[in-house]
Each structure stands twice: as structure tokens, then as C-alpha cells.
């Protein structure tokens, strides 16, 4: 459940991890993950989908939005978005998963930047998916829970696409928090983890760090 032992699939060094998953389709999945959290049907069952569900309904709230979908203000309208999703996402658990021994390396400071920097790559890579989002259904197909964690099992259908989506959460604060999201048998976690390592072994921390930076300021300069 808490996602070891998945097989590792490395793209290029902090690329783009859509390429990775090879093919477009793929993309907007891991977008409908991150900034939707994946529709699932009201009769589902099941606090950890009850949870995804409720962050869902907020989204496609403001998805749907009249006012938001002015050209004017579309800034206010991804703040608006990231602030729920960040609400349901782990971003502290998921960048600490990325870089596994380095984690425990970095002293507060370090490991609060590092989750800044993660969260902005995520945001930034896949947050046009979510502006193209046209009512792409998605099947639920079963919950486990075991022991705090939990993994909601779903389908992406897209065209003639079916892309099985599984979201991993665990139970923490008494709420239920994301912390990977698996697309078509790659962790998302993993492959940014096998993307970290290769830089951290091949280079240093600190390079991985500048290279996040300056991928940061391109998606600004944009």
C-alpha cells in the first residue's frame, strides 16, 4: 500500500514525465490526478473515495465557473484551484518520497524548499491539462484500506483510451491525503524519484535543486 517495490520508469532527467508515460493521453491523466483528483460517482463508497470526491465536486465548481473562465481572470482561477488540490494533496509526503536517504539529509529549511520547488514542477507541468479538461469520464472500480492507507482504483476513458488511475492516500490529521497517483502502472512518485536520483548520484543535491530553479523561471518566463 505504501507503494515500494513499484519498477522504477526514467525519463529524461526532469522532463517531462507525460513523454515518459508515452502518450498525450497519459498526460492528461496524471492531469485530471493532480488538479482534479479523479471523478468518481456519487454512489461510490468509502471514506478515502468520499474525500477524493469532495475535492472533485470543489474543483469542477470552479472549472465551471462562468465568472472564472474570463481570459482576465485566469491567474485567480489556477490559485483558486491549486489552493483546493493542495488541500488533498500531500506535496510534503510526496517530495519526501522523491529523494527517499536525501530527505533525512536536509535540515527544515532544505526540506521546505525542496517541497516548494516539487509542487511548482508539478503545478506548472500539468496545470494546462486542466484547462483543457472536456468531461473525460472516469470509472470507479474498487477501494482497499489497510492500516491507515488507502488506494482507490479508477479508469480513465478518453477516446478510445482506457487508462487505469489509482490514487494512494494515507490517513493523517484525521483527513485523507494523496501522496501518489499511479497512471497506467507508473508511480508517479517513482518516476520523479528515478529522475532525482540519477541527478543526485550523477552530480549533487545542490545541482538537482538549480535544475528545478531554473525550470521554475521558464514556466514564469512563458
Known sequence: MNGRGQCERRGAVIGSTERTLGAAVRGLAVGLALLVGGALPAQAA???????????????????????KKPDRTDERRRLLEKVIGDRFDYDEMAKR??????????????????VLFRRLLSNTYADKIEGYSGEPVQYLNERQQEGFAEVKTKVISGKAEIPLDYRLM????????????????????????????????????????????????FVAQ
Open 171 to 218: 490517513h493523517k490529521s484525521d483527513n485523507w491525503r494523496v501522496y501518489d497517483v499511479v497512471v497506467d502502472g507508473v508511480s508517479l512518485v517513482n518516476n520523479y524519484r528515478g529522475q532525482f536520483t540519477k541527478v543526485i548520484h550523477s552530480s549533487s543535491y545542490a545541482d538537482l535543486v538549480e535544475k528545478l530553479r531554473k525550470k521554475s523561471d521558464k
Open 98 to 115: 522523491t529523494l527517499t536517504t536525501q530527505w533525512a539529509k536536509l535540515n527544515r529549511d532544505e526540506q521546505q524548499e525542496f517541497v
Open 46 to 68: 468509502g471514506t478515502a473515495t468520499d474525500s477524493v470526491k469532495h475535492t472533485v465536486d470543489e474543483v469542477v465548481r470552479i472549472l465551471q465557473d462562468k465568472e472564472m
